[in-house]
Each structure stands twice: as C-alpha cells, then as structure tokens.
C-alpha cells in the first residue's frame, strides 16, 4: 500500500478513520503526512514506511520498537508519540502530535549561521531529551540537524524536539520493552548505523560498547554547523570521510567565525573529541557547559530560573526589582493533546531562557515610579510659601503703619 494520497480516508479497524492531508515531509525509510481525526477533529501526523521496506527482516520491527522508545520517554523535547495503528489491511503506521516549525537544518539555511547563543540554546534543550534517553540505556545514534526540529514556544523562542529513534541503540534492556524478534535481529554487533558526517569516531568503527557521548560528538558536529555554516568534515568518497572523522580536526571554528563568544570553540571542540575519553562525557555536562552561553540562571530547590541576558537586566534594574518565581508546567506548543511536563519539575523562564515552553517572566521597563514620600514633601513645601507669603504681609503691614503718618502729615 503506498502512502496515502491528500484528501483519501484511511479506515481503521476499530471503525474510525483519518482524514489524510498534505504530505509534511519523505525520507529513506518512509513519509509523513498530515491527517485529521474522524470523528474527534484533532490534527495529527502520521509515519509510513515505504512499501518495499515493509517485507524487510528487520526494519518493521525497528518501527515498532521507534514507537514504544518514544512513548517510553516522558521529556517534553521528544515529540510526543501516541501509538501505532494499523489499517485495514494491516499496514502500520505511527501516530504523532503534528509538529508546526522546521527542523534545524532548514532553519540555518534559510536564516544562515545561527549566533552562538541560539545555537547553545536549540542543542541544551536537545540535551535535556538526551538525559532521559541515556538514563534509560537509549543511544540516539542518529542526531543531526534534521532530527532537530524547532517549534516556537509560547515566548517566542525555540522549543526543540528530538525526533526519530528509530535506529536508537538499547544498552539496559529492563528500561524499555523490546518487539518480537530482540535485540540481536535489531542492533547486531559490529553494525555502523546513522548519518555518517556526525557519527562518532568509534560508531563509524562499529565499537561494541557504544554509550551516550557517541551523542555528545554528534551534537558537537551540530553546534558546529549551526554557526559555522559548513559541516565539520567534508568529503566526496565515503572511505575519504571516514578517514578525516577517525583521524583529523576538522578546522578550528574561529577561522570560520570570528565573532564567537570567547570558550564557545572550545565546548564544541570537547565535545567533539575524536577519543572518547577526552570528551565531553555526558548530555548533562553539554548542557552545563553550554551554560553561559544562554544566560542560565540558578537552580532553586529543583526549579530552574533563568536570569534575563546583562542588557536587559541592567536596564530593568534601573527601576524594577524582578523576583521569578516558580510557574506551573504549561502545555507544549503546537500538541494536539497537552504534553506530559518537563521531567525534573517545572520551569520559569523568560525570553533568554533554554527550558521548557512556560509563561515568560515578564521584566518591566524602566518607567518612572510614584513615590508617596514625594507627594508629602510637595505639601509641605506648599505650606513653606504660605506662611512666608504670610510673614512678608505682615512686615509690609508693619512698614505701612510706621511710615503712612508721617506721608500723611498726621504727626
């Protein structure tokens, strides 16, 4: 069964069905398409897998197990996953919230290079979705722009999802329930899986003991490309490729940008350590080092509070003291049904922020203030010109009456 066409229904077993809009985008594996609820109403997306992949030994398992990853991670920087339906004639497909944005590939090349602080921003809140799926034994394996897609959150700003785990590698099978078939007809050892420009040079070696700084490298090759325009390694020959990832720097992001902030090279350069023991470890500790890159702020009894950037704050302290407080989880953007919020407790942000979509902390402008004690001391100036209005009448008074008989000729 091929994809299904704009404006066809696609019936359910259960009797329902799905209304299939305009196709939202088509990769190697399959497409995506837009698709309305009947009778609900609600605006979803779907997955297919492209028909010759159907009969493949491993790939619809890969798809079944995509879905049960996904719906397995609770952090609201995965794109929220519903289920796996299938049609009438047993086809699967997976059901998705529909996703209003572009991925970060598309991003840069209609904006250009990001600057580093958005950058640093998109890639932290990666890094948050990374957290969960690394503590679960989940390796992405598969990060690059196009699997990060940029949503606008309600300030404004970007809000990230992670998408596609489908080639996920599973370390701690207790966390996650594996399909019918088990790991080994899924991940075989010694397998080189993923993008190969922002692969790890030990997931192109197809190490066995791959762990989450393979993540980490390729969110570095990320970072790198989002500012400096150009992908870390390049080469037409796969073998030739291969080569300089396993065995070259690429060239030094301040040759490309000159403008980056001072240490901004160095994060990324750590993070894309070809020996893995000089790397930045952790999606965690990514995100920390990315931290002053995005005006993070303190940590408050589990609560992250962002501080607004150096501008913004010197002006508004000019007048206002601001005091940000904890706020209630908000929606995610664009979901047709809420999202589960951020894991690890809420978040209060404000524009500059890199955590989940809350309300922003508005920050006043510096208007002029009333102050009381002013009024009073305007009253009392009033009554200051009373009285020596008063006391210069009376001295004038005084004057007339020592001075008008004598004018007179009354003495």
Known sequence: MPVPRQGSTLPLASGESFLVGRTLGVGGMGAVVEAT?????????????????????????????????ATALTTAHVARTFGLERTREGIPFMIMELLEGQDLCALVQREGRLAAARAAKIVSQACEALEEAHARGIVHRDLKPENLFVTRAPDGGDWVRVLDFGIS?????????IPKGGRNALTRVGTTVGTPEYMAPEQLRGAKDLDGSADVYSLGCVLYEAVGGRRPFQAPVYQ????????????PLPTLRSDLPQGFADVVARAMARDRRHRIATAKAL????????AVGRKVEGTVVMEPPPSIRSAAAAAVAVSARPSAASPAPSAPIPSAP?????????????????????I?????????????????????????????????AGVVAIVAPSVFGLR
């Open 364 to 396: 006043p402008a510096a208007h002029p203030t009333v102050d009381h004690d002013d009024d009073e001391g305007s009253g009392s100036k009033v009554w200051i010109v009373v009285v020596v209005v008063v006391v210069l009448l009376l001295v004038a």
């Open 37 to 69: 609820h009947q009778p609900s109403g609600r605006r979803l997306a779907l997955k297919f897998l492209h028909d010759d992949l159907l009969d493949h030994p491993t790939i619809p398992q890969r798809f079944e197990r995509e879905v049960q990853l």
């Open 287 to 294: 995100r920390e080092a990315l931290a002053a890159f995005v």
């Open 169 to 177: 590698k599973v370390l701690d099978e207790s966390n996650v329930p």
């Open 342 to 362: 951020p894991a690890g407790g809420h978040v209060s942000m404000n524009p500059a922020a890199t955590s989940g979509p809350q309300a922003p902390v508005h």
């Open 240 to 251: 030739e490729l291969v080569r300089l990832i396993t065995q070259t720097d690429p060239p």
